[in-house]
């Protein structure tokens, strides 16, 4: 079935696309979601790097029409293959640094253990092999005009990809919606732990000119005292700024504005699901109390798009694979930035 004979109205079957969409070829689609099953730095609430298949099955069940959205699908949305030898790769690497925390943890030595010395070196050589993968990828993506969408896996699968869109705009930001920071500097010995990204982009990316993170709520000094040093680059509106705000009487609008304004005109939306109030995500390695409301994000999408920024790129990462809220309130997501993704390019 191609799109143009495709009825909307019916459900997806077992045998269609991303979104229950008939399946496009690569070289038709306009937007193409590069699924990365990594989590080889987390330590506990594992599951993320099996979330891809739940949120896609969830996915067949989407209404595909939006009066923000329209008939934005046509243009033809692509879901790469699962690579499973990323996902066994992570799962290796992943009980590896189990072992690894579990040692320094107790107080010993790991320079009085070789087997130690090899572990941390495998972890931070993963780490590098799965930013070159991404990178790779979504750089031979781009480079064929695509609009690409990554799926984590956990938040280190966004690197790779900032990186390639690096080579080809010189000045961008990244709106981060996150319940933590991610800036704390090679987290557990971990170079490119899930929770160093933002901090490894901060000092490996120059092209980034602004983070703007949104709904953070559980971060460390070093994070703090991290961005108080770097006002120029970081911006933090913090779960808790965000409430005290709308306690004392300011509207979302309002709020939405300050945030939109902190932006360049290139923004990449780096949406980590546990930014979210724990409700929609209950799955996710680390639900934390607070949170935003989806549709404060939603609006907040839509008001960047509208005030003519141009949205380059985004991925969705950190979701849960143990309920159904997850992989549901994830597929949603997935199809609402996919959709802006498509409308702030056309």
């Known amino acids: 079935m191609s799109l143009s004979s495709f009825n909307p109205e019916e459900t997806g079957t077992p045998k269609s696309g991303i979104f229950g969409l008939p399946f496009c070829d690569l070289a038709e689609a306009r937007l ?12 506990r609430g594992s599951g993320t790097a099996r979330a891809i298949e739940p949120v896609v099955k969830a996915s067949s069940l989407i209404n595909l029409f939006s009066p923000d959205f329209q008939h934005s699908w046509q243009k033809g949305f692509h879901l790469m293959d699962i690579d499973k030898k990323i996902l066994t790769k992570s799962d290796y690497l992943r009980k590896e640094a189990e072992l690894f925390v579990d040692y320094t943890e107790h107080g010993d030595d790991v320079k009085k253990s070789s087997f130690m010395g090899k572990s941390i070196s495998d972890i931070n050589q993963g780490g590098e092999f799965l930013n070159n993968w991404v990178y790779e990828r979504t750089n031979n993506l781009l480079k064929t005009g695509k609009l690409v969408v990554v799926l984590g896996g956990d938040h280190s699968v966004s690197f790779g990809y900032i990186k390639a869109l690096a080579e080809s705009n010189e000045d961008f930001g ?6 933590q920071c991610g800036l704390r500097k090679a987290y557990k010995g971990f170079v490119y732990s899930h929770v160093s990204t933002q901090y490894n982009i901060i000092n490996e990316i120059p092209q980034v000119s602004k983070l703007v993170q949104l709904g953070v709520r559980d971060f460390c000094e070093e994070e703090w005292m991290f961005i108080q040093n770097h006002q120029d680059k970081i911006c933090l509106f913090s779960n808790k700024l965000l409430q005290d705000r709308l306690l004392e009487g300011e509207t979302w609008q309002s709020i939405t504005d300050d945030i939109i304004e902190q932006l360049p005109q290139k923004v990449y939306i780096n949406f980590d699901i546990d930014g979210l109030d724990p409700k929609y995500c209950p799955g996710t390695g680390m639900p934390v109390p607070g949170g935003l409301e989806t549709a404060h994000v939603f609006y907040l999408i839509k008001k960047i798009a509208a005030k003519g920024k141009k949205i380059i790129g985004l991925d969705l990462v950190e979701v849960g694979s143990d309920t159904l809220t997850d992989s549901n309130v994830g597929a949603r997501i997935l199809w609402r930035l996919c959709n802006w ?3 702030s390019n056309d």
Not at 174 to 179: E, G, M
Request: net charge negative.
């Open 174 to 179: 990244i709106l981060q919606i996150d319940a």
């Open 32 to 43: 193409v979601i590069l699924p990365v099953p990594w989590e080889a730095t987390v330590i």
């Open 341 to 343: 993704l498509i409308l």
